[in-house]
């Protein structure tokens, strides 16, 4: 058994508390086919973590789309809202109740994702843990979002804490980068779906959220 010491998690949302995956890349393809271009699933793969500006700056230039980054957005998030309306918000399992016992053992508790602040909003009162969180930041609203670590050295200090007192919990490559460059312990969930196999030096692996165990001021699994 491992064990991480730590007083505060700073926890990343899409992929690591809500299964959002399925629903952000059905919306991705919906969008692509508009323009008749036809990718596997995995080809969104990479640009889990990203903000949704990058994501389709990078796409836009990659498949030569006929269309502004801004306007991808919208379609985008038209997509999304319509995908999430039929498809509803799912967690990822093990994640509420980590959360929860994570409050229980008196961790300081901060949400930073990509995702906007809207998004974020529903989805911690969807699940019921919206109050246990200190600070909750949207890298939306940032000039540099991941992989630079401006968002999680932001959640640091509104924490109160240093890097080596914080745990980053992620699942995505940029957010692995933008951990790492904040000087944090990093905890990363391996979704069998996308990364069975991945390998990343000088992180704890797990490839599932239910078997983690919360005492004062450690982590096991």
Do not use: C
């Not at 508009?34 to 796409?59: C, E, N």
């Not at 692995?176 to 196999?197: C, S, T, W």
């Amino acid at each position: 058994m491992k064990v991480i010491k730590a007083k505060a998690v700073i926890l990343d949302m899409d992929g690591v508390i809500v299964d959002s995956e399925p629903n952000i890349m059905e919306a991705k393809q919906n969008v692509l086919h508009k323009y008749g271009v036809y990718k596997p699933l995995s080809y969104h793969f990479k640009f889990m973590g990203m903000s949704f500006r990058d994501i389709w700056a990078q796409t836009r230039q990659e498949l030569d789309l006929p269309a502004s980054t801004e306007q991808l957005m919208a379609e985008y998030f038209e997509e999304v809202a319509q995908v999430r309306a039929k498809n509803g918000l799912q967690s990822i399992a093990g994640t509420v109740e980590f959360i929860k016992a994570l409050a229980q053992n008196d961790f300081k508790l901060a949400l930073a994702s990509s995702s906007p602040l809207a998004d974020i909003e529903e989805v911690l009162t969807t699940f019921g843990v919206k109050e246990l969180f200190s600070a909750v930041i949207s890298g939306a609203e940032l000039a540099h979002p991941k992989p630079a670590p401006d968002i999680f050295l932001l959640a640091m200090e509104k924490l109160g804490v240093k890097a080596s007192e914080s745990l980053v919990v992620e699942d995505s490559v940029n957010g692995v980068k933008a951990g790492l460059a904040a000087g944090a312990q990093l905890l990363v969930f391996n979704d069998p779906r996308y990364n069975p196999d991945r390998q990343i030096e000088g992180v704890n692996l797990v490839t599932t959220m239910t078997n983690l165990k919360v005492g004062p001021e450690k982590i096991s699994y």
